[in-house]
């Protein structure tokens, strides 16, 4: 564009030059030299003149090209902004619609999240309270058991006690009965020994005054003394009758001897028969004890069952709680969290006073509280936990007792006597 306008300022000024050559006053003629150079120099300068005018017409056409092409970038330009304008109104309207939409599916996200987790909870609490339920009720069966079972073993217990004090009083009945059959047989032993040997004694003297009298003359008169011996032995003493009057005392006496030996072995046998009695007895003593002891561990067994049970639900409304406390809507959803004070069993080895779970706590939405917990059925009036002493004594009755330490850690005390604690019962009465 300079390039040009300067052709063109250069042309003017040629015509100007020529114009001031050409109309200027004519001071002197021209000579012929001058005048072939001047018209060198006018020919010269036209075809500048006409080689800037062609400049000049493609610099016009060049100028009006680019201002075609300035007027074609800037529609395009215009094109360009107006697509862009209309893809980013496209774009946001899509975005719009898509959050509106994400906004929607959020909302329905979070009722049916709300409306599960209601669900959720509810199912749980139901859940929960049907275990507590069946908790009571075994808790509430196996007291009754237990109750029974102690009762019948308490029962057998008193009947065998009665027994054994009955055939202890046989027993010593039997003794003293042997005793007196003992002496009683020694003093009969010792009086018909005495009385065999008067007879041998009033058996010799006979014999020696038969020899007398067999020595003396036959017309010898009796004497007192035969006389008097008369009354005791055959009054026709011959040798014959006190021959088989001293076998007759000597088969009496065999008769006497048998007869304290079949007296004797009776004593044995009676004997022999209480005493497999009392073996028997102390048998089933033993037998009744390792009974209790296996009922005391059976209930022992259960208890820890009971306490496992609890404690694994425990855990799993600990593990629920949690999982709500981590979602993290407790808070925004409105609800109300209260924990539930739970009493525990009497059969339960866990201290009462041992804190609960967090996770005991109720749920509602409208800030409703609570969930009934059963109450104990049977009121012992005692402590829940109370732990067998050191020094092995009842936990009750404090009666001093040497039973294992394996015996159940608490007690009821009724009339005296020790219901739940056996072995403070049997093992005091040994």
Same mark, same amino acid.
């Given at each position: 564009?300079?390039?040009?306008?300067?052709?063109?300022?250069?042309?003017?000024?040629?015509?100007? %030059?020529?114009?001031?050559?050409?109309?200027?006053?004519?001071?002197?003629?021209?000579?012929?030299?001058?005048?072939?150079?001047?018209?060198?120099?006018?020919?010269?300068?036209?075809?500048?003149?006409?080689?800037?005018?062609?400049?000049?017409?493609?610099?016009? @056409?060049?100028?009006?090209?680019?201002?075609?092409?300035?007027?074609?970038?800037?529609?395009?330009?215009?094109?360009?902004?107006?697509?862009?304008?209309?893809?980013?109104?496209?774009?946001?309207?899509?975005?719009?619609?898509?959050?509106?939409?994400?906004?929607?599916?959020?909302?329905?996200?979070?009722?049916?999240?709300?409306?599960?987790?209601?669900?959720?909870?509810?199912?749980? %609490?139901?859940?929960?309270?049907?275990?507590?339920?069946?908790?009571?009720?075994?808790?509430?069966?196996?007291?009754?058991?237990?109750?029974?079972?102690?009762?019948?073993?308490?029962?057998?217990?008193?009947?065998?006690?009665?027994?054994?004090?009955?055939?202890?009083?046989? @027993?010593?009945?039997?003794?003293?009965?042997?005793?007196?059959?003992?002496?009683?047989?020694?003093?009969?032993?010792?009086?018909?020994?005495?009385?065999?040997?008067?007879?041998?004694?009033?058996?010799?003297?006979?014999?020696?005054?038969?020899?007398?009298?067999?020595?003396?003359?036959?017309?010898?008169?009796?004497?007192?003394?035969?006389?008097?011996?008369?009354?005791?032995?055959?009054?026709?003493?011959?040798?014959?009758? @006190?021959?088989?009057?001293?076998?007759?005392?000597?088969?009496?006496?065999?008769?006497?001897k048998h007869q304290l030996t079949l007296s004797l072995q009776e004593?044995?046998?009676?004997?022999?028969?209480?005493?497999?009695?009392?073996?028997?007895?102390?048998?089933?003593?033993?037998?009744?004890?390792?009974?209790?002891?296996?009922?005391?561990?059976?209930?022992?067994?259960?208890?820890?069952? @009971?306490?496992?049970?609890?404690?694994?639900?425990?855990?799993?409304?600990?593990?629920?709680?949690?999982?709500?406390?981590?979602?993290?809507?407790?808070?925004?959803?409105?609800?109300?969290?209260?924990?539930?004070?739970?009493?525990?069993?009497?059969?339960?080895?866990?201290?009462?006073?041992?804190?609960?779970?967090?996770?005991?706590?109720?749920?509602?939405?409208?800030?409703?509280?609570?969930?009934?917990?059963?109450?104990?059925?049977?009121?012992?009036?005692?402590?829940p936990f109370s732990p067998p002493s050191p020094m092995g004594r009842?936990?009750?009755?404090?009666?001093?007792?040497?039973?294992?330490?394996?015996?159940?850690?608490?007690?009821?005390?009724?009339?005296y006597v020790c219901i739940s604690y056996l072995p403070c019962f049997?093992?005091?009465?040994?």
């Amino acid at each position: 564009m300079e390039s040009g306008r300067n052709s063109v300022n250069m042309a003017d000024s040629a015509s100007e %030059s020529d114009c001031s050559v050409d109309g200027g006053p004519i001071m002197m003629p021209p000579s012929p030299v001058s005048r072939e150079q001047l018209h060198k120099r006018i020919e010269s300068l036209q075809q500048q003149n006409k080689v800037l005018k062609v400049e000049l017409d493609t610099y016009k @056409l060049r100028v009006k090209q680019l201002q075609e092409e300035n007027r074609a970038l800037r529609q395009a330009s215009v094109n360009i902004q107006a697509r862009a304008e209309q893809e980013e109104e496209f774009i946001s309207n899509t975005l719009l619609k898509k959050i509106q939409a994400l906004k929607k599916e959020k909302e329905t996200l979070a009722l049916n999240y709300e409306q599960e987790e209601e669900c959720l909870t509810n199912d749980l %609490s139901r859940k929960l309270n049907q275990l507590r339920q069946e908790k009571v009720q075994l808790e509430q069966t196996l007291e009754q058991e237990q109750e029974c079972l102690v009762n019948k073993l308490m029962r057998k217990i008193e009947k065998l006690e009665a027994e054994t004090h009955v055939k202890q009083n046989n @027993l010593e009945q039997l003794r003293r009965e042997k005793v007196e059959l003992e002496n009683t047989l020694e003093q009969e032993q010792e009086a018909l020994v005495n009385k065999l040997w008067k007879r041998m004694d009033k058996l010799e003297t006979e014999k020696r005054n038969l020899q007398i009298k067999l020595d003396q003359p036959v017309s010898a008169p009796p004497s007192p003394r035969d006389t008097n011996n008369g009354d005791s032995a055959p009054t026709n003493s011959t040798p014959e009758q @006190l021959t088989s009057h001293i076998q007759w005392l000597r088969n009496e006496v065999s008769r006497l001897k048998h007869q304290l030996t079949l007296s004797l072995q009776e004593q044995e046998e009676k004997m022999a028969h209480y005493a497999q009695e009392e073996k028997h007895i102390r048998d089933e003593n033993l037998r009744l004890q390792r009974r209790l002891q296996m009922e005391m561990e059976r209930r022992e067994a259960l208890c820890r069952h @009971l306490s496992e049970s609890e404690s694994s639900l425990e855990m799993e409304e600990e593990r629920h709680y949690n999982e709500l406390t981590g979602y993290g809507h407790v808070g925004s959803l409105g609800v109300t969290v209260t924990p539930v004070n739970r009493s525990r069993t009497t059969s339960s080895p866990v201290p009462s006073n041992r804190p609960l779970s967090p996770s005991l706590l109720t749920f509602s939405r409208e800030g409703l509280v609570g969930v009934p917990t059963a109450p104990s059925s049977i009121s012992t009036g005692r402590d829940p936990f109370s732990p067998p002493s050191p020094m092995g004594r009842c936990p009750t009755c404090s009666h001093a007792i040497s039973a294992p330490s394996s015996s159940p850690p608490h007690a009821v005390c009724r009339d005296y006597v020790c219901i739940s604690y056996l072995p403070c019962f049997f093992f005091g009465q040994q």
